[in-house]
């Protein structure tokens, strides 16, 4: 079963405006992953923030994260044309044994950026 | 960051045959890689864990006869859709980690560049 739930599922906005992404994940974890996926290509990784961290900043990105409601967003600032792609959060399976370092990622959200 | 190769990028194939897609780090070794399907406009399913040396761990519901996967070296994984269909037409994605940034946490995945399979 999928771990994150995102919000919105697509996302439509003009050059220069910003762009947030919400996350929900149910399990605790011990870290949650932003990845970036252009139209048929690989992921990307973004950003990684802790649990024991409330807020990460990575140029033009901002990730915040709320364990007591188990939720994340994913803030692009003064958004370009060229973020125009899906964005995935994931959360880490840490049980152990053969399946260590699984993720598992939520449904995504599609940004469209207009020039 | 750390490099994961996939080839190949686009397949096409006929109903029947099988097909192989192979997983490279290209600079770290691998004990680990996942596999990853994805239909249009949908997340990343995980399908499997492949562990070099040992059997792959598969997910609920995933065939492991169907999805044959052999991880025999610290640097390559191959997934192979046996006597394919075209309900098994879709993006096949494979990641790996540097153990060496492990120390512990899990951390960030490094992606190949995903395998576009088309069964005719």
């Known amino acids: 079963s999928q771990q994150g739930e995102e919000d919105p599922q697509a996302l439509s906005i003009q050059e220069g405006e910003n762009a947030t992404m919400n996350c929900s994940y149910k399990t605790s974890i011990n870290n949650l992953q932003w990845y970036r996926q252009n139209s048929g290509r690989g992921l990307v990784h973004l950003i990684l923030?802790?649990?024991?961290?409330r807020e990460k900043h990575s140029g033009r990105l901002r990730v915040t994260l709320d364990t007591s409601k188990k939720s994340s967003s994913l803030l692009i600032t003064a958004s370009r044309a060229a973020d125009t792609a899906s964005y995935f959060c994931?959360?880490?399976?840490?049980?152990?044994?053969?399946?260590?370092?699984?993720?598992?990622f939520g449904q995504g959200t599609i940004l469209t950026v207009h020039p | 960051g750390a490099v994961v190769s996939q080839h190949p990028s686009r397949v096409i194939c006929k109903s029947g045959t099988s097909v192989k897609i192979e997983c490279r780090s290209l600079?770290?070794?691998?004990?680990?890689m996942f596999w990853y399907r994805q239909f249009p406009k949908q997340s990343l399913m995980l399908m499997a864990t492949s562990n070099e040396g040992s059997k792959a761990t598969y997910e609920q519901g995933v065939e492991k006869d169907k999805f044959l996967i052999n991880h025999a070296s610290l640097t390559l994984s191959t997934l192979t859709v046996t006597s394919a269909h075209p309900e098994d037409s879709s993006f096949y994605i494979c990641?790996?980690?540097?153990?060496?940034?492990?120390?512990?946490?899990?951390?960030?995945?490094?992606f190949g560049q995903g395998t576009r399979l088309t069964v005719v």
């Open positions: 923030i802790r649990s024991n961290e």
């Open positions: 994931a959360t880490a399976d840490n049980a152990g044994g053969t399946s260590y370092g699984k993720l598992t």
């Open positions: 990641s790996a980690r540097d153990p060496l940034l492990l120390g512990g946490e899990v951390t960030e995945a490094f």
């Open positions: 600079d770290f070794q691998a004990t680990t």
